[in-house]
Structure formats: C-alpha cells, structure tokens
C-alpha cells in the first residue's frame, strides 16, 4: 500500500468492508452501509481533482468514519474509535495510517463543528465534504426522514406549533444524548442541513453541495405549501434570504 496517493488493496478494502457491514448493517437510522458506500464513491471522485492526494487515507477514513458514531454507540465508545481501531488492526494497517485515520474520522460531523472543530489535512476536509454532502440533497431527506421515526429520533415529522432552534449551540444539539424535544424531520433542516452549503471545506465539495442545497430548499417550499403552513413559508424565505 503506497502511504501517499496509491490505492488501497482491493483484499484490505474488501476486509474494512466486512467489518462495516458487521457494525452497520442492521442500522435503520440512515447511518447504514448504504450511507457509506455513497460517501466512500464520493470521496473517491473528489479525490480525482487533487492528484496528490493520499487516497488510501481517504478511502479508509470514509469506510470507517461511522462505525463509532456516538448516536450508534454510545460516547464513551465513540471517542475512543473502537470499532475503527479494531477493523484497521484486524486486517494489518500500518500504525502511521492508523492515526492518519483517526485524526479525520475524531474531527468529522456537525456536533464537531457547532464546538469548532474541523479536519486539518486535505484527506480529511474531502471525507468530510463527501459525508456531509450525503446529509443534503436527496438521500439527505430520506436518510433525515429515516432517523426522525427510527427507535433514535423523536418520531415527530413536523409540529406547527414548535419551531426550530435556528442558532443553537453544541450542547443544544445534542448535550442530553442524541434527540432533543423538540427534534422534528422538518426542524433538523432549518439546524442544520441547510447550513451544509456553507460548511464545505473542497472545491468539489462546495459545486456538488449547490445543487443538493437547491434541492432541499424547492422540497420544504412545496411541502409547506401542501401543509398550508404560510408562517413556515415564510420562515423558509426569511432563513434563506439571510444565510
């Protein structure tokens, strides 16, 4: 395995992905194998605009970046990256991409953003460009949707009567575990997915996030409409014209 820009062992991929769908594969909350290989297939191709790129870095840190998901397994097991550690381990990855590894996988998601915290090397920003970018768009809503009636989410689709948290903190978002009260499918876009496009770290990542954006924004403008939610409309207009 090249250390720089080299592609990772077509048997060492297919190991990682074994201990993927080991630790993902009966998830339902959006979180699934599904959700990796998207982010896996877009990180690659973001990588195709930075020719020295370390791809192998990439390619594991998206395999492996939500086996220790804190909303899957918990925080204590989650800051310590056990099931990643495990899996690199099992299948002889180097100490040195190990950390390499690690360090982007402890700086990525939006609860690490809300506390300031972002990848520092380039591998990182494309996996968590690619991550994110899954969030928006259309396997954004659906994977949003999935999580707010799965056994993690609130079950609330959309409450009139409750509006979102627009500005709200890290510990507002998930300091008392990994749904709050007034956590709704339709809320989670005004808290976060439509503050995605802003958060792109690549070139790449910031034009595929465009379109995703795009997206979402006619979606909660029809969906309102049918509602006959005129206030949410124009909450939806005021947030977009001030983002």
């Not at 080299?6 to 630790?23: F, K, N, P, T, Y």
């Not at 370390?54 to 998206?62: H, I, K, M, Q, T």
Request: proline share 2%.
């Amino acid at each position: 395995m090249n250390v720089m820009t080299g592609e990772l062992d077509g048997s060492i991929r297919h190991a990682v992905w074994q201990g993927v769908e080991r630790c993902l594969g009966t998830d339902g909350s959006g979180h699934g194998v599904d959700h990796v290989e998207r982010v896996y297939e877009l990180s690659m191709r973001f990588c195709d605009h930075y020719p020295d790129v370390g791809r192998e870095v990439v390619a594991l840190s998206a395999m492996l970046h939500d086996v220790d998901d804190y909303k899957l397994v918990g925080r204590d097991k989650a800051m310590r990256l056990q099931n990643a550690t495990e899996i690199m381990e099992s299948v002889g990855i180097d100490e040195q991409m190990q950390v390499a590894v690690r360090g982007i996988v402890a700086t990525m998601g939006y609860s690490k953003v809300l506390r300031g915290i972002r990848p520092s090397t380039l591998e990182g920003a494309i996996v968590s460009d690619a991550d994110m970018c899954d969030a928006i768009g259309a396997n954004g809503i659906t994977r949003a949707l999935m999580y707010a009636v799965s056994d993690k989410g609130s079950g609330v689709v959309f409450d009139r009567n409750i509006f979102p948290l627009i500005n709200l903190t890290a510990d507002q978002y998930n300091g008392d575990g990994t749904t709050r009260r007034r956590d709704s499918f339709i809320n989670h876009f005004f808290e976060k997915l439509l503050k995605v496009k802003g958060l792109m770290m690549t070139e790449p990542g910031q034009q595929e996030a465009v379109e995703r954006d795009g997206l979402m924004v006619d979606f909660l403008d029809l969906y309102f409409r049918e509602q006959d939610a005129p206030e949410w409309s124009r909450l939806l207009e005021d947030y977009i014209a001030r983002r």
